[in-house]
């Protein structure tokens, strides 16, 4: 019997693990909102919701308006906000990656069989079985079975010693637009793009390895943009170290559970 897996967003994370589990021989669908919000574009299936398709390494994300009954080729992505897909898929696992991290709503550790929530805001043994640990550091992708992922730090891990210099963020409220692209190299104090008249500018130099889709409506502070300093780009391209990891460890947690579901 094929594993059916659900996963609640289709950012870089949740993508990283849909593609390895679809390569492990599962049958993987991602929900997406209608407006997606990924930053890193280039590695997550979210795209397909405005593009159709999206290619990660090998693995194609296809924009589909319903679960196909038979699918080994691709990962259908759905828009379904609401998880309606919970109730008419049945699903043997969900994976909660949208990575809100609050407490989920509505749907939670009696969603499914295996539930797994991905960072902060979770808790094993009350809203999911199991949490994944996304906070770079030692415990980066650790199975949580009791308890609770880091608190949210409010700050992304350093690239070559830069943490909150490398995000582009909204200077105000509006619609976010730019003509610039990922993979292109942008120098410290460059103009990126506009939200309402507000220029967004870099701190620093680099590869833009992340940014939000132009036309997108963003709030004051909200995260739009990531710049890569180690100027490498076919890191643009690629599934990061860190999506890697917790790909790893959610593959790691649904063995653990058929393991104990036949002992």
């Known amino acids: ?22 390569l492990a021989g599962m049958a993987v669908v991602v929900l ?10 280039t590695v997550a299936y979210a795209a397909a919701v405005d593009d159709g398709t999206v290619t990660i390494e090998g693995v194609q994300g296809v924009l589909c308006q319903e679960i196909p009954e038979n699918n080994t080729d691709s990962v259908p992505v759905l828009v379904d906000e609401q998880g309606s897909a919970l ?14 991290k609050r407490p989920p709503e509505h749907f939670g550790i009696e969603s499914a069989p295996l539930v ?16 994944i640990e996304t906070l770079r550091g030692h415990d980066l992708g650790r ?3 009791d308890g609770r992922a880091a608190e949210d730090t409010q700050a992304p891990g350093a690239v070559d010693g830069f943490t909150t210099e490398r995000l582009l963020r909204a200077p105000a409220e509006g619609t976010f637009t730019s003509t610039r ?17 507000e220029p967004v500018r870099a701190a620093i130099g680099g590869i833009l390895r992340g940014l939000m889709r132009p036309g997108t409506s963003v709030s004051a502070g ?26 790893g460890r959610v593959l790691e947690a649904i063995h653990i559970y ?6």
């Open 181 to 197: 692209a990922i993979g292109e190299t942008v120098a410290a104090g460059e103009t990126v793009g506009e939200v309402g008249r």
């Open 222 to 247: 909200e995260k739009i943009g990531d710049i890569d300093p180690r100027g490498k780009r076919e890191y643009c391209f690629t599934v990061s170290d860190k999506a890697n990891a917790v790909a």
């Open 143 to 145: 199975v949580i079975w």
């Open 116 to 131: 797994v929530g991905l960072g902060p805001g979770f808790t094993a043994g009350v809203d999911c079985h199991a949490v």
């Open 1 to 22: 019997m094929v594993l059916k897996v659900l996963i609640r967003g289709g950012g870089d994370l949740a993508s990283g693990a849909a593609r390895r589990l679809h």
């Open 87 to 100: 109730e008419t898929w049945k699903p043997d696992v969900l994976v909660d990656a949208r990575m809100r």
């Open 258 to 263: 058929l393991k104990r579901r036949v002992q």
């Open 32 to 41: 997406e909102q209608a407006r997606p919000k990924a930053i890193r574009r």
